[in-house]
């Protein structure tokens, strides 16, 4: 790299984070998800100990780099969460004086070099071409096997790097049809929230990108650890990246609706037992035909969809946290039968139950992943 480069640590932005930014004299140099081995087109987990570098570019908000902060740089090793080593670096010669972030040494394309995982949360497409060095070193990064994610407009970059060539993947709703334009080789979902794709994933906006982070940490140290994360930052139940964009709800004057949010919490308090349509519907005083079409427009999905993926995330708390045999599993998550678990389990996870918990303790032994709580 040549020409020199500023040096200082701002260290009351966020403890042990490290922002980094190269100085003017640069400007002409930088112009699955399952816990072990998955399925074909699964995300497998990140190293232990990851180190994640976030790409700020000119125009970036605060609220684009502190999603993956808050989810990412937050130290809770009090609650026994392993810390990540998170640089965030200016993908060009504007984002500092934007943001107002001065800080270490190095360029974007050293800091990208030794992330085990790539955060770009924006870009500005219609200004031009983005830097050969980010490109550069996006490309390298997915060569050696890092994961790379982009949300909102930050998705144009990886597809201008070519890592979206043949792939499915989503942006803002405002931006889809501008992607499936400017890159008709990429197969663009116009609704999901985001899309894994193993180690390229792709995202909508700002609250999917908080959906995304937490499922890239639900890779990287699992669901009981990812849940802990977003219980902590006063989440909602978890979204899958199938769920929609934008919700069919008026918003009104009127005194908030809160039928839904009641017989959501209904469900998760009765997880254990077989829910009828027509019970669940009772609960939100709605009948079965008025119930599934509100909840389609109020969560994004089939009530049936979002309790599958409520049940095959308890599994894997389950199977985390305890020593419980797949029989009780079973009967703790509400499928009626080994089998029906193993099913749904693959089907979403890529992997039986009984390798993803071996697989996540080869995963705590070698520091990789939270440790579970005592067995029970």
């Known amino acids: 790299m040549t020409g020199s480069v500023r040096e200082r640590v701002q260290h009351d932005v966020v403890p042990g984070v490290r922002w980094i930014d190269r100085d003017a004299d640069d400007r002409d140099t930088y112009g699955s998800r399952c816990a072990v081995p998955s399925a074909p087109g699964a995300g ?87 830097p050969r060095s980010v490109l550069d070193g996006l490309r390298a990064a997915h060569a050696r096997g890092a994961t790379v994610a982009g949300s909102c407009r930050g998705v144009f970059v990886l597809a201008e790097a070519g890592l979206l060539r043949g792939r499915r993947a989503t ?24 899309v894994d794709e193993g180690t390229v994933l792709t995202a909508a906006g700002n609250m999917a990108s908080v959906d995304l982070c937490l499922h890239l940490l639900r890779r990287l140290r699992g669901a009981a650890a990812a849940g802990d994360v977003a219980r902590r930052m006063v989440m909602p ?19 908030p609706d809160d039928r839904m949010p009641r017989a959501l919490r209904w469900a998760l308090e009765n997880l254990s037992s077989p829910i009828e349509v027509d019970q669940w519907a009772a609960t939100a005083y709605m009948s079965p035909r008025t119930f599934a079409r509100r909840f389609r427009a109020e969560v994004g999905r089939t009530p049936h969809q979002w309790l599958l993926h409520q049940r095959v995330l308890l599994a894997q708390q389950l199977l985390e946290r305890t020593d419980l045999t797949i029989d009780r599993i079973t009967d703790a998550t509400g499928f009626g039968s080994p089998i029906a678990l193993r099913t749904h389990f ?31």
Not at 47 to 63: D, M, N, Q
């Open 44 to 130: 497998g987990p990140l190293p232990g100990g990851s180190t994640v570098a976030i790409v700020a570019f000119t125009g970036a908000r605060l609220l684009d780099l502190a999603v993956p902060l808050e989810v990412f740089a937050a130290d809770r090793t009090g609650a026994g969460h392993p810390v990540h080593r998170v640089e965030v670096v200016a993908g060009d010669d504007g984002a500092h004086e934007a943001l107002g972030m001065l800080v270490a040494a190095g360029g974007v394309e050293d800091v990208i070099a030794r992330a085990d995982l790539v955060v770009v949360p924006w870009w500005r497409p219609d200004t031009g071409p983005a």
């Open 237 to 255: 139940p978890p979204r899958s990246g199938g769920d929609a964009q934008v919700l069919e709800v008026p918003v009104s004057g009127d005194e």
């Open 171 to 194: 942006t803002h709703w405002m931006h889809t049809a501008e992607l499936s334009q400017r890159h008709p080789d990429i197969r663009v979902d116009h609704e999901a929230l985001f």
């Open 346 to 376: 693959r089907r979403a996870l890529g992997c039986s139950p009984t390798q993803y918990r071996a697989g996540f303790r080869a995963r705590v032994s070698a520091g990789e992943a939270s440790p579970r709580t005592a067995a029970t």
